[in-house]
């Protein structure tokens, strides 16, 4: 099956299942507990964009059955891997064409994934597939700005941008200032209500390897010529050593935004 190139990205991750699963973080046990207190007991729940499990473990463990659809073939296969249960189904496909039973499930959950879905169908989707009263729930792990990382990210600007991978944009937000934008997409849309967004401070800590391991698990690094993703992970790694006592604290806000389907057949 061919994917469009735009989309190139969304696949490149398969090709570091390994290291994608060693180091890749989980999310704040709190945030599953306030997830699972507005679902039914052993809730059917689609998981668009597992990876290889970081979240997946948690909705098995509070008793969730899982439909996890992942459009990488080795993530999946890693995800299968490392968690065998009766109650995770693992389909490879891309979320946004797979057929599944609509109205079948109480929850659409996405952790750190949502954003690769096209605008439309982070809408439409839940729209076919949840039932009445069910929610979407989106995990996003966000880089905030803070003195946590001891100035790190902006010292570290220059080795980005001798390999081209710089930062652009507007700076990352402060701690409270977060404002998933899956939020207003909700709130906007006549299909879903009760929208609400809780955050979690999930700051992660990492020797120079671990990070070294933590860019190789990123799409625009997987993305690079082989030499020049080489040379810009030894010279982080060197650099990280030389000026950081060889330890970098990313400093993180997850955010967890819920709304509820809308039951259309009222009235």
Sequence with gaps: MLFRSE??????FDAAADVYDEIRPRYPRAMFGELFDVLPDAPAIVE??????????????????VTAVEIGRN??????????????????????????????FDA??????YHWISADAQLDRPGELLRPHGVVAVVDL?????????????????????YG?????????????VRPAIADALRADSRFQDTSVSSYDWNQTYSAVEYRQLMLSYSGTQTMELTRRQGLLDDMVAFINEHFEGE????????????RRVDTNQG
């Design 142 to 162: 966000n880089q905030v700005t803070s003195s946590d990382d001891k100035g790190f990210f902006a010292a570290a600007q220059p080795i980005y941008d001798r």
């Design 108 to 113: 659409l959950f996405a952790a750190t994934a």
């Design 165 to 177: 991978k710089g930062h652009k944009g507007p700076a990352a937000p402060r701690r409270g200032e």
């Design 75 to 104: 993530l999946a296969a890693q995800l299968q891997r490392v968690i065998s249960s009766p109650r995770l189904s693992v389909i490879v496909g891309d979320f946004e064409t797979v057929e599944l039973p609509k109205q079948s």
């Design 7 to 12: 989309r190139y990205p969304r696949l490149s």
């Design 248 to 259: 970098v604290t990313r400093p993180l806000v997850v955010t967890l935004t819920m709304g």
């Design 48 to 65: 668009v964009g597992p990876g290889t499990g970081q979240a997946t473990r948690d909705l098995l463990q509070r008793g969730a059955t």
